[in-house]
C-alpha cells in the first residue's frame, strides 16, 4: 500500500503519469478518471501488477528520487560476486544524486558502460545520465535527452534486480522494492 500521498510526485492525477510510458493490457483498464498516484499504486499492486506498478512509479517521481530508488534496488540485488564495476555504477549514481552536478552527471556514462547497461547498476547508473544536460560530449551541439529516458531506466534496473539472482522470489522482491520506492516517493531514506 502507498501509505500515503507520495508527497514527491507533483501531479495530482495518476493518468498525468501514465501519459509518460505504456501501461500494460491488464492494468490499462484500472486507470480511472480521478485516480490519484497514490490510489493507481495501490491497485497495482493489489491486482500484481508489479512491472507496472514499478514503471508508474519511476515515471512518477522527480529524476533525482528515481535515482535514488534505483542504487536502492540495484544494491539489494547484488550479492557477494557483485562485480567491482557494478558497485561503481551505483557509487556513481549515488554520488549524482546526492550533488547533482554536470560533473557527476558526466561521470555515471563510463561508470554504467563498465558495469554494462543490461545489468541493475548499470541502468541506475544510465537513469543518472539520462537526467538532464546533453547525451553528446562536451565539445559539439547539446543533444538533450528525452524526459522520459530516466524513469525508463530506473523502471529497467528496478525490474531487472528483481529477477536478477533467485528470479523465484519476484513477488517478494517486487514488494520490497515498491515499498522502498514508496518511502523515497514520502520523503523518507533519502540521501543525507
Known sequence: MASGPLSKISVKSASEVCTRFELGDEARPLLRPGLTPAQYLDLLMD???????ARFLAHGLPKREAVWWACACAK????????????????????????????????????????????????????AFFSGGSLGPP?????PPADTLTADAVAGAVMMAVVIH??????????????????????????K
Open 47 to 53: 491486482k500484481q501488477h508489479y512491472q507496472d506498478a
Open 76 to 127: 539489494t540485488a547484488g550479492d557477494a560476486n557483485t562485480p567491482p564495476a557494478a558497485s561503481a555504477a551505483i557509487k556513481a549514481a549515488e554520488r549524482w544524486a546526492t550533488e547533482p552536478s554536470e560533473e557527476h552527471r558526466r561521470a555515471t556514462m563510463p561508470a554504467a558502460e563498465e558495469a554494462r547497461f543490461g545489468s541493475p547498476a548499470g541502468c541506475a547508473a544510465l537513469a
Open 166 to 191: 533467485e528470479p523465484e522470489k519476484a513477488i517478494e522482491k517486487y514488494r520490497a522494492f515498491l515499498g522502498r520506492g514508496i518511502e523515497i516517493a514520502n520523503g523518507k531514506n533519502l540521501w
Open 139 to 143: 565539445n559539439v551541439a547539446d543533444i
